[in-house]
């Protein structure tokens, strides 16, 4: 039996919100709770619930990877949980996700700006077609194409899937001999007959815009893990209310949200600002980091996981911004998460300003395992980071226990 009840319903409460995937109760429970309190909530996911059973009405268990797998699953939560609405965070759901709006005739994206912003060649194309600045990647079905795009961007330059199955599989690629290895890793991580992209590593501010019903929220900005390199592997990621960069991205996300047809709803934009301005590097019509989205609401006031969920169910959202300060994540994997076992298992507190959270095993990311992160606040950027080194610094200097 592969079905769980746990919570009990309100039955003022019309139909069910399907969360599709969830992760580390330290990286999860946040979002839970707060779609929880929208209404009730159904769970589909590949492993059996624990920690969400507080949080949901049932659960049941199936490869989320199968998208006729997952909506046979939805279909027998039907019978008991009517669903309303269908929420998902990973890249994997985007497929079972849009089956389950057909299925149940749910609001969501149409199924051409689903196919617009999920299959990035289709990205590349529209926004090429448009005007807009972008990565100025090729589809590369084959090798041989992929060695085209060398011969043509030069390197370093990115692969990566053009539909990926899984995170974190673009990488850097420095050489024709890492090429090879390179494409092959990003066609096992894309979903099958979408090929990859092979586009130029552009020299640039990283930062992803946040946008609810094409206006823009919040900006955050990551930096990669040297140790997972050549994968791209967020290691840090600054949120700051007062972004300076917000002049110099905004115009461009509007217009590539436009041109996708998205019009209400939260969206991500990835960008690379450059030299010449701002470039798009993929788009995406759904959250995809429950703690990035918990540090936009500490620092923005907007709660943009509770607004996904109201959306996910066809409802009107309202929101209401107090901007307030900067927050940073610093996730520990890799060797640095070693200095966990330097720390009593029942303290959290690093600094008075850092908060450690700790997974409960391990949990694959990208090449490394991740053991849990920090969490930091600030009164802005620069103040953010220097808060986050002392953290790193203080569990660098913590004496080992037994």
């Known amino acids: 039996m592969n079905t769980d009840t746990a919570r009990r319903e ?10 599709l995937g969830s992760g580390p109760r330290a990286e999860w429970e946040h979002a839970m709770k707060r779609l929880a309190e929208g209404g009730p909530l159904v ?48 890249p994997t759901h985007v497929r079972a996700a849009a089956a389950i709006r057909a299925t149940f005739d749910l609001p969501g994206p149409t199924a051409e700006t689903l196919a617009v912003t999920t299959l990035r060649n289709r990205t590349l194309k529209l926004l090429n077609r448009k005007g807009i ?4 990647g090729i589809h590369a079905d084959t090798f041989d194409q992929a060695l085209e795009g060398a011969h043509t961007f030069g390197f370093p330059l990115v692969c990566k899937p053009a539909a990926p199955r899984r995170r974190y599989a673009a990488r850097v690629v420095e050489s024709l001999e890492q090429l090879a290895e390179a494409f092959s890793a990003a066609t096992a991580a894309s979903w099958s007959g979408t090929g990859t992209i092979v586009e ?36 840090e990621v600054v949120v700051d209310a007062d972004d300076v960069c917000a ?17 209400t709803g939260v969206a991500q934009t990835r960008l690379r600002i450059t030299s010449t301005g701002a470039r798009v590097i993929s788009l995406a019509t759904h959250l995809t980091d429950p703690l990035v989205a918990e540090l936009i609401e500490q620092v923005t006031g907007i709660d943009l996981i509770a607004v996904t969920g109201i959306h996910a169910r066809g409802l009107p959202a309202e929101t209401e911004e107090t901007p307030l ?42 090449p490394l395992l991740r053991r849990g992160h920090l969490l930091v606040s600030g009164t802005d950027f620069p103040q953010c980071v220097t808060r986050l080194r002392n953290a790193i610094a203080e569990m660098h200097t913590m004496p080992a226990t037994t």
């Open 43 to 90: 769970l589909i996911d590949d492993d059996p619930a624990s920690w969400q059973r507080q949080y949901v009405s049932a659960a049941r268990v199936a490869n989320t990877a199968r998208p006729e797998i997952v909506e046979q699953a939805a279909r027998w939560l039907s019978i008991e949980h009517p669903i309303t609405g269908v929420l998902h965070f990973h």
């Open 325 to 366: 300060g900067a927050a940073a994540i610093r996730y520990l994997q890799g060797t640095a998460a070693d200095r966990l076992h330097a720390r009593p298992a029942g303290q959290s507190g690093i600094t008075p300003y850092a908060r450690l959270e700790r997974y409960g095993s391990d949990t694959r990311a990208g």
């Open 200 to 235: 130029p590593w552009l020299d640039g501010i990283e930062a992803t815009a946040y946008t609810l019903d094409s206006r823009l929220v919040a900006i955050s900005h990551a930096t990669f893990d040297p140790e997972a390199e050549p994968s791209l592997l967020p290691l």
């Open 133 to 136: 600045p972008s990565s100025g």
């Open 10 to 19: 309100d039955p003022r409460t019309p139909g069910h919100l399907l969360v």
């Open 247 to 263: 002049a110099a991205i905004e115009g461009t996300v509007t217009r590539a949200l436009e041109s996708t047809g998205h019009q």
